[in-house]
């Protein structure tokens, strides 16, 4: 296929790590989609950086995820306008700074329902496509938080457990169809949810990383961007860690 033909789609494009995931995709030759549901200031600013050469630049989309007919809306939208997705990379994902025994109801469901039922419609809109074409790959977003004991929101850890769990029996599920489906298991990053690590934690996880650093969003947007392109073509069913050796 022509270069911009091809089309990959960021879910939560605008925090530090999903526009890092949007600016190597965009590097890499693909027209970007990314969506936000705030922030479009950051959308806005993201969509106008452009591509130095002169591809079209990536577009924004405002999208609530756990509304299962916007997120159709959007999917049908992107395939019509845009040309048909290839890649999807499962990142946005929200989190809760709570101890267990002050977790509400409410706060359990709210951090499911974005990282989990989130990442089933959003999946389920445009695999239908991929598996039409018989051909694609889904990177999900993980976190170090689901596979180690750390000291992290319960609910959060749960949630991204789960992803890990949605990876392996969809990439089973899908591979018959040409389609590749891993998770990208970061460490604790600069930007996104560790900005809510307090300080001495972050210490912590430089003395027991063995890079002794937190890791940066370019580098988690460089493993996507491999695990999405057929320079990748044999990994499938994976959860690669990216944690700077724990």
Same mark, same amino acid.
């Given at each position: 296929?022509?270069?911009?033909?091809? !089309?990959?789609?960021?879910?939560?494009?605008?925090?530090?790590?999903?526009?890092?995931?949007?600016?190597?995709?965009?590097?890499?030759?693909?027209?970007?989609?990314?969506?936000?549901?705030? +922030? $479009? /200031?950051? *959308?806005?600013?993201?969509a106008? $950086?452009?591509?130095? /050469?002169?591809c079209?630049? =990536?577009?924004?989309?405002?999208?609530?995820? !756990?509304? &299962?007919?916007?997120?159709?809306?959007?999917a049908? %939208?992107?395939? #019509? @306008? $845009?040309?048909?997705?290839e !890649?999807?990379?499962?990142?946005?994902?929200?989190? %809760?700074?709570?101890?267990?025994?002050?977790?509400?109801?409410? /706060?359990?469901?709210?951090?499911?329902?974005?990282?989990?039922?989130?990442?089933?419609?959003?999946?389920?809109?445009?695999?239908?496509?991929?598996?039409?074409?018989?051909r694609?790959?889904? !990177?999900?977003?993980?976190?170090?938080?689901?596979?180690?004991?750390?000291?992290? =929101?319960? +609910?959060?850890?749960?949630?991204?457990?789960?992803?890990?769990?949605?990876?392996?029996?969809? *990439?089973?599920?899908?591979a018959?169809?040409?389609?590749?489906?891993?998770?990208a298991? &970061?460490g604790?990053?600069?930007?996104g949810?560790?900005?809510?690590? &307090? @300080?001495? %934690?972050?210490? @912590?996880?430089?003395r027991?990383?063995?890079?002794?650093?937190?890791?940066? =969003? @370019?580098?988690?947007?460089?493993?996507?961007?491999?695990?999405?392109s =057929? #320079?990748?073509?044999?990994?499938?069913?994976?959860?690669?860690?990216?944690?700077?050796?724990?």
């Amino acid at each position: 296929m022509d270069r911009d033909a091809r !089309v990959a789609v960021v879910t939560g494009g605008t925090g530090a790590m999903g526009s890092a995931m949007v600016r190597v995709l965009a590097r890499e030759g693909y027209r970007v989609c990314f969506t936000y549901k705030n +922030h $479009e /200031d950051r *959308a806005l600013a993201l969509a106008a $950086e452009g591509r130095p /050469d002169g591809c079209p630049a =990536p577009k924004g989309f405002r999208l609530d995820m !756990v509304d &299962p007919e916007s997120v159709a809306a959007l999917a049908a %939208q992107i395939e #019509r @306008e $845009e040309g048909p997705v290839e !890649v999807l990379v499962n990142n946005a994902g929200i989190t %809760q700074v709570l101890p267990f025994a002050l977790i509400e109801p409410e /706060d359990w469901d709210t951090v499911m329902e974005v990282n989990l039922k989130g990442l089933f419609l959003v999946t389920k809109a445009f695999i239908r496509g991929m598996i039409r074409r018989k051909r694609g790959a889904v !990177v999900n977003i993980g976190s170090l938080a689901g596979m180690r004991m750390l000291d992290v =929101p319960v +609910h959060y850890a749960t949630a991204k457990s789960a992803v890990v769990g949605f990876t392996l029996s969809l *990439a089973k599920e899908v591979a018959r169809f040409g389609i590749r489906v891993n998770a990208a298991v &970061p460490g604790l990053m600069e930007g996104g949810v560790g900005e809510n690590v &307090p @300080e001495n %934690q972050r210490e @912590e996880y430089r003395r027991y990383c063995s890079l002794g650093r937190l890791g940066k =969003p @370019e580098e988690l947007a460089e493993l996507v961007a491999f695990l999405a392109s =057929p #320079r990748a073509s044999y990994l499938n069913g994976q959860a690669i860690f990216l944690d700077g050796g724990i």
